[in-house]
């Protein structure tokens, strides 16, 4: 399979050296693409330098840098990152945060469930063998119930329909019609798993073990979570209405 690993970043230059080099260990044969929203810290420079580091025989290039004018966003640079890989002839798209929170350890396992059948394969912090091992009980409480609402309005039985770390096959991908969705953070997490749903995909979880970040600053917000709760509602709503109309 061709592999390209989707990485945004903003202002990761603290973590992207080892992040690249633990990929690099863990999948090889993959291609990165550092999607980078003008980060002031120079993290698509050092993305550059380690990319030329790691480049293989003849010239291979293991990473390449797509610099953004500004700040877009999560869901956009995935989309952004997909429409590459399709372009490119990529067999399978991985998204996974670039601050160390997804252990790149991590990565073959998730492959190795697309590689026998999968669509879309999750990594998942709330099926047996997953863990968030720094989160309070409160902040747990919240992700948990919000995945078991976005399962029972859409009628999934996706533990994690959150998770930021996972692999599509790109023939979903290329199904989902994911180039019309403007949803950000969790919400894009969740709108993607849906729709690789209703199409028919195959999904499956594996357990993953959830770290915050050691270096940096979080970008995510209470809006992700007020977006991603007033979508999945919609979602859900919307979905109903036109089935009991049928």
Do not use: C
Not at 88 to 108: C, R
Not at 129 to 149: E, K, T
Not at 227 to 233: K, M, P, Y
């Amino acid at each position: 399979m061709r592999i390209l690993v989707v990485l945004p970043t903003y202002d990761e230059a603290a973590n992207i050296e080892e992040v690249l080099h633990r990929l690099h260990a863990a999948v090889p044969d993959a291609h990165v693409l550092i999607v980078d929203d003008a980060s002031p810290d120079g993290t698509a420079d050092l993305a550059e330098k380690i990319g030329a580091e790691l480049s293989g025989e003849g010239g291979r290039r293991y990473v390449e840098v797509l610099r953004r004018p500004s700040k877009s966003g999560l869901g956009s640079a995935y989309r952004e990152g997909f429409r590459h890989g399709l372009i490119n002839g990529f067999d399978v798209m991985v998204e996974m945060d670039s601050d160390l929170s997804h252990d790149p350890a991590v990565l073959p396992t998730l492959l190795q469930a697309v590689d026998d059948g999968a669509d879309l394969s999750i990594g998942s912090r709330y099926i047996p063998g997953g863990s968030i091992p720094d989160w309070s009980w409160h902040r747990r409480a919240l992700s948990r119930w919000g995945n078991r609402y976005a399962g029972f309005v859409l009628g999934n039985d996706i533990a994690d329909s959150t998770s930021g770390f996972r692999a599509y096959r790109s023939s979903i991908l290329a199904l989902v019609d994911f180039h019309a969705m403007r949803a950000e953070g969790y919400g894009f997490q969740i709108e993607m798993a849906y729709r690789v749903m209703t199409s028919g995909g195959n999904i499956q979880e594996v357990p993953i073990a959830f770290v915050d970040r050691i270096r940096g600053t979080s970008k995510m917000s209470g809006w992700i979570v007020i977006e991603a709760l007033v979508l999945v509602t919609w979602w859900g709503v919307r979905d109903r209405l036109l089935k009991v109309r049928r």
